[in-house]
């Protein structure tokens, strides 16, 4: 069956410049995630998508991130004015919504480069 | 100080060795403990899991949990070139918390 994808899978922009990342959830999968890895870093929490209700947005570093997601499947993380300290590794995870726990299955990433 | 610290490592040891990867934590209400392994340029996929004090073993891979000491580690019995990569730790308060904490994650190289 189809993991987690990511699209693309390498972006490279001129700062200043608008991004938008791409996330295919695993089918059936209620909850994502998405993180965001810097160089020899952990993964940092930015935005977490449930079903219907309102996403918890805590995690997004500034005004210029936002994220959506449509139809309760893809979601799309946006940045704008992108500065340098915003290459990373961006990370999406979904997971299905279960009484018994929710293990987050991850996708290979968005390697973003802003010069 | 970070919630979750994990040494980076890079950990380098010979195939067959036994590994020891580790992790302390700051927040005693975490309860959920993972490890997470990730193969470069892939995104980490789900190793093991946990919940409270105690260990669980699952084949070459043992994780341990020393709630008292805000301390787990993952072992890893005869190592192989094909463990080579990078071990993360996560940890929640509850079960399937929206929000994973994670450590900065221990780069493995296992040499033949």
């Known amino acids: 069956g189809a993991g987690v994808s990511q699209s693309p899978s390498n972006k490279v922009t001129e700062k200043g410049k608008d991004v938008e990342l791409r996330c295919d959830p695993i089918?059936?999968?209620?909850?994502l995630y998405w993180y965001r890895q810097s160089l020899g870093q952990g993964l940092e929490f930015l935005i977490y998508?449930?079903?219907?209700?309102?996403?918890?947005k805590s995690g997004l570093p500034s005004d210029r991130f936002s994220a959506e997601r449509t139809g309760g499947s893809v979601s799309t993380l946006t940045i704008q004015r992108t500065q340098q300290e915003d290459s990373a590794v961006y990370l999406c995870?979904?997971?299905?919504?279960?009484?018994?726990?929710?293990?987050?299955?991850f996708g290979p990433g968005t390697r973003l480069l802003v010069l | 100080q970070k919630e979750v610290e994990q040494d980076p490592g890079p950990l380098s040891v010979p195939e067959g060795a036994i590994v020891s990867l580790n992790c302390t934590y700051s927040?005693?209400?975490?309860?959920?403990f993972m490890w997470y392994r990730q193969y470069s340029r892939k995104g980490p996929e789900l190793l093991m899991y946990?919940?409270?004090?105690g260990n669980k073993e699952d084949g070459r891979f043992t994780a341990q949990v020393d709630k008292s000491s805000k301390y787990i580690s993952l072992f890893i019995r005869d190592s192989q070139p094909s463990d080579s990569a990078t071990y993360l730790c996560?940890?929640?308060?509850?079960?399937?918390?929206?929000?994973?904490?994670f450590g900065q994650g221990t780069r493995l190289t296992i040499n033949p």
């Open positions: 995870a979904s997971s299905a919504q279960r009484g018994g726990g929710e293990t987050q299955y």
């Open positions: 089918s059936g999968h209620t909850a």
């Open positions: 998508f449930q079903g219907n209700s309102a996403p918890d």
């Open positions: 927040n005693s209400a975490f309860q959920y």
């Open positions: 946990t919940y409270s004090s």
């Open positions: 996560a940890m929640s308060p509850i079960q399937g918390a929206q929000k994973l904490v």
